[in-house]
């Protein structure tokens, strides 16, 4: 009887993790909140200080005076996060020479689990193109809040979580412009023509 209950117990748990996950994946699909909430040629930035996969400090500067690709997620992130740093490292050689000083960057929404060596191994295994970025939660908190991007903590189980989050990547002009956003598994000739659009400013 004991091992029936345990048994199901274990059924009920695995269940609930796969629901959690079909649930987080199809919020993070939906949801667009750059698209609803920020209007393009604006700044939208605020100063902060981080520090980059190489344990260095980074500020608001690194995201002027080249066209940017800024994305938040995690890497603990099931689905979403790697698959979008994927695309990321595709697009340079998608628009070939046109990339030029195109630079591309991931803040982690998980920055007590994101450790700058973490974030190495996990940005590097995707491209050499890309800079992750963490630091203080409270210091992430606010940067993601002045970005409008959703980050949510969701528990999965009684000691793990996920972080529900927004997306888009965020397409930032040389002077630190916002002025567009590329939707998750969006189609590759429409964010190939807005990655075009954005190194031409």
């Known amino acids: 009887m004991a091992k029936k209950a345990s048994k199901w117990r274990t059924r009920a748990a695995i269940a609930a993790l796969a629901i959690a996950y079909v649930g987080i994946f199809f919020y993070q699909t939906a949801y667009v909140g750059t698209q609803r909430s920020l209007t393009a040629n604006v700044e939208i930035g605020t100063d902060f200080n981080l520090v980059d996969h190489n344990g260095k400090p980074i500020n608001e500067a690194a995201l002027k005076g080249q066209p940017t690709a800024l994305f938040f997620g995690l890497t603990h992130c099931p689905d979403v996060c790697p698959t979008t740093l994927y695309e990321m490292s595709g697009w340079f050689d998608a628009l070939g020479p046109e990339d030029a000083d195109l630079k591309a960057f991931f803040i982690s929404v998980d920055p007590l689990r994101d450790t700058p060596e973490l974030m190495k ?62 939707a998750y598994l969006e189609d590759s000739e429409t964010f190939l023509t807005k990655l075009r659009e954005l190194v031409r400013y």
């Open 121 to 182: 191994v996990y940005v590097e295994n995707m491209s050499d193109r890309i800079t992750g970025i963490t630091g203080d939660p409270a210091e992430i908190a606010r940067v993601a809040k002045v970005w409008h991007i959703y980050r949510q903590k969701v528990a999965i189980g009684e000691d793990d979580y996920i972080m529900d989050h927004t997306a888009s990547v965020l397409l930032i002009d040389r002077d630190g412009m916002y002025r567009n956003s590329i």
